[in-house]
């Protein structure tokens, strides 16, 4: 009996590798045919306009001229700035605004808090299409429109940055605030020493996120703004391409695109392990 069994196990091995070989093989496909067109637009960046069309990833030619260029034909430094300002900006606002939120939606009692909270959460189920007609209104009304501040109002708080923050803030246990404040301290006290030491990865999740949103969002910029030195990346980047007649120009596009992408890559390179963990944390609250 034990000999058959031997034989059985030995035979569930080669199997068992060659299933696991096989799940490797179609990732490692997967993910060549999703790096692919990245890597192409880098490459084609770096090309001489000639080689435009060439699908090889690595240039027959390197020239550096393609970044030097933008920058004299478009003004990307301030489309830098811009998008770099309204991220930051944005980010700094959400962060507060939805962590403060959420730490008085998950710890403090009071009328009406459950119909708040689902008012909050049922705004996510609005698309920004339908919002950019208020948005605009406003906007003209007090004057922001073609200005930083025109983008960033609509994003200054979050409905899903509040969700997060109270899922997270919720599983604080109540028993140990209520000692802080039986020793003392304020509200304000308990919520930056306490509370936010102990849900950093969500709050790393949350700035991670909403600079990544803000650093790409386009179709509310597109709106708001028309002014050129006041475009955002996304925006400005749609704009230059509409400018270029010549096809070979196509690599000036790949250019400002690779400057797009490259503070998001640097972001996700530094803060991998915390954005991982961040999303796996706020899949299991």
Do not use: C
């Not at 260029?69 to 700094?92: C, E, Q, R, V």
């Not at 969700?163 to 003392?184: H, K, N, T, V, Y």
């Not at 849900?199 to 996120?209: C, F, G, H, R, W």
């Not at 096809?247 to 503070?263: C, D, Q, Y």
Request: hydrophobic share 55%; no cysteine.
């Amino acid at each position: 009996m034990s000999s058959a069994r031997e034989v059985q196990g030995s035979k569930r091995l080669p199997v068992k590798k060659l299933h696991t070989a096989l799940i490797y093989l179609l990732l490692i496909i997967g993910v060549g045919i999703m790096l692919f067109p990245f890597l192409w637009m880098v490459a084609t960046s770096f090309k001489i306009p000639q080689d435009v069309y060439n699908l090889s990833l690595i240039p027959e030619t390197i020239t550096f001229d393609n970044y030097a260029t933008i920058f004299k034909k478009a003004p990307f430094g301030d489309w830098i700035k811009n998008t770099l300002i309204i991220s930051l900006i944005g980010t700094a606002t959400v962060v507060i605004f939805d962590t403060a939120a959420g730490y008085v939606l998950a710890k403090f009692s009071f009328i009406g808090k459950q119909v708040i909270f689902l008012i909050i959460i049922s705004t996510i189920m609005v698309p920004t299409e339908m919002l950019i007609i208020p948005w605009y209104l406003i906007a003209n009304e007090f004057g922001w429109s073609d200005t930083n501040w025109g983008v960033l109002f609509p994003s200054i708080i979050t409905a899903f940055g509040i969700f997060l923050m109270r899922q997270f803030m919720d599983s604080i246990p109540s028993e140990l605030l209520d000692a802080a404040r039986i020793d003392g301290l304020n509200e304000w006290r308990i919520l930056l020493n306490i509370a936010i030491p102990l849900v950093k990865p969500a709050i790393v999740t949350l700035i991670i996120l909403t600079f990544i949103g803000n650093w790409n969002q386009f179709i509310w910029p597109l709106i708001v703004l028309q002014t050129e030195e006041k475009f955002t990346l996304p925006v400005g980047i749609v704009y230059f391409s509409s400018e270029l007649k010549d096809t070979s120009n196509w690599i000036l596009i790949m250019a400002g695109t690779t400057i797009s992408i490259a503070p998001l890559i640097l972001l996700f390179l530094i803060f991998q392990k915390q954005i991982i963990r961040g999303i796996a944390l706020s899949g299991m609250k």
